[in-house]
């Protein structure tokens, strides 16, 4: 799957996007959370507090508890300030 | 009724699209606008940068539309958004409730914009006057809890 970072997620992360394909286990958003904690340093850093994340599956927003099963695209970024 | 929803890097016309809405039409009564625009953050600013989520901006837009249009009786809607570099003054986000009487314009109006600020996917990044990058502008509680009152 696809997945994206914006704002200062994508700047602590260091890259915009990645394909990633992640073990079975991980079935919801707050397990790709904590997989994506995992794979090094700027992924704890960026994923450090991970209840100021916002989620979007297939461009849609969601909760944490939300299953990723099947997903295509995957955006992770922090509160919205548009407007 | 169909919605018009725009994400574009250029400047928009308030005049030009309210003239769209309104051509040819003689049943709307009201039309209510809303525009924002960069502030200068006292002098500070020389620039606010506006990131976004292309494809899903306009869906999620396209949805909190929907949800005006279902709660007031519409005869149009407009809303811009822009991203880029943007200098202080220049507007960023335009929103234009048509209806043939003031309540429901007004409140649509106020309504796309409590849900654009928290649910559509723009950041703002500052860029200071003393060459330096600010950081991103935080999210405010505020505008959480300005969505509460349209909730029942």
Excluded: C, N
């Excluded at chain 2, 396209?62 to 949800?67: D, E, N």
């Excluded at chain 2, 519409?74 to 570099?85: D, M, N, P, Q």
Aim: proline content about 5%.
């Amino acid at each position: 799957m696809k997945l994206l970072y914006f704002a200062w997620l994508r700047e602590r992360v260091g890259k915009p996007e990645e394909e990633i394909d992640p073990p079975a286990d991980v079935a919801t958003v707050a397990d790709l959370i904590a997989w994506l904690k995992g794979r090094g340093e700027e992924f704890e850093y960026a994923f450090e507090a991970p209840e100021l994340i916002r989620v979007a599956v297939d461009r849609v927003h969601v909760e944490h508890e939300a299953a990723i099963t099947g997903a295509r695209e995957i955006a992770m970024f922090p509160p919205m300030t548009g407007g | 009724m169909a919605a018009t929803i725009r994400i574009q890097a250029e400047p928009f016309d308030l005049a030009a699209e309210s003239e769209k809405l309104l051509e040819g039409r003689a049943d709307i009564g009201a039309l209510a606008s809303f525009t924002g625009y960069v502030r200068d953050e006292d002098g500070r600013l020389s620039a606010l940068e506006l990131e976004h989520y292309p494809g899903m901006a306009e869906d999620e837009i396209g949805r909190v539309a929907a949800k005006a249009e279902a709660r007031w009786e519409l005869l149009g809607l407009t809303a811009i958004h822009r991203y880029g570099k943007l200098a202080p003054g220049d507007p960023i986000v335009l929103v234009i409730a048509a209806a043939s009487h003031r309540r429901a314009a007004f409140e649509a109006a106020e309504f796309m914009m409590d849900y654009l600020k928290t649910r559509a996917p723009f950041w703002k990044k500052e860029h200071l006057k003393d060459g330096t990058t600010g950081g991103w502008v935080e999210a405010k509680d505020a505008d959480d809890s300005a969505l509460l009152r349209w909730e029942e």
